[in-house]
């Protein structure tokens, strides 16, 4: 195996956790005289690498266990554009039967809404369910109606590194994002959907990096 080569802010990160388990990242921000958002992406290497483990409303924890066998410098190079995937988009007019009928065939945890060709809106199957039990008629509903809408989706661009795709699929704790660009459609401006990344995509990149190494 090749060790991972860590930054001396990363080696810092993982003798305060050892020393104060279990520890926030708020409070290790505070020991290093950083920005709770500075460390973000350190400590989603850490935690990818199995060199920490958190725990939700607990902390961070030295796991004990030897880093996975791949470069640091080969996640941070690596773009959202390198890893990204097709999106699975519906039309905003789309009723609640289709959607969810598309949902499943396409096996995915979320659907990206468009109008005029830009994104509108995001679904999710939590979305789905909570609407179905409700009793309404899904082949009246469009979906429209029950997305979360612009400007309240969480984005991510290509050039993104896949560590700010991954720490913001951590904080907002959605399956994936949708990767957008700028674009102008019949003099419109607004945002095109040209992929996702979701966690599957990050997990397969370190997967292969560990193969690999």
Known sequence: MIDIQLSERQEKIIDIVKANQPITSEEIAKRLSFTRATIRPDLAILTMSGILDARPKVGYFYSGREAMSFFTNQINSM?????KSLPIVVDEQTTLYDAIVTLFLEDVGSIYVT??????????????????????????????????RMPNIVTITPE?????????????????????????????????????IS???????????????
């Open 79 to 83: 773009k959202v554009s390198d890893i």
């Open 115 to 148: 109008s005029e060709g830009f994104l509108t809106g995001v679904v999710s199957r939590k979305d789905f369910l909570k609407n179905s039990i409700g009793g309404v008629d899904l082949n009246k509903i469009p979906v429209g109606v029950i997305m979360t």
């Open 199 to 213: 966690k599957t995509n990050i997990v397969r990149v370190f997967v292969d990096l560990c193969k690999n190494n």
């Open 160 to 196: 993104d590194s896949i560590i700010d795709a991954a720490v913001k699929i951590m904080e907002h704790q959605v399956d994936s994002l949708p990767v957008i660009e700028e674009t102008v459609i019949n003099n419109k401006h607004g945002y095109k959907v040209i992929g996702k």
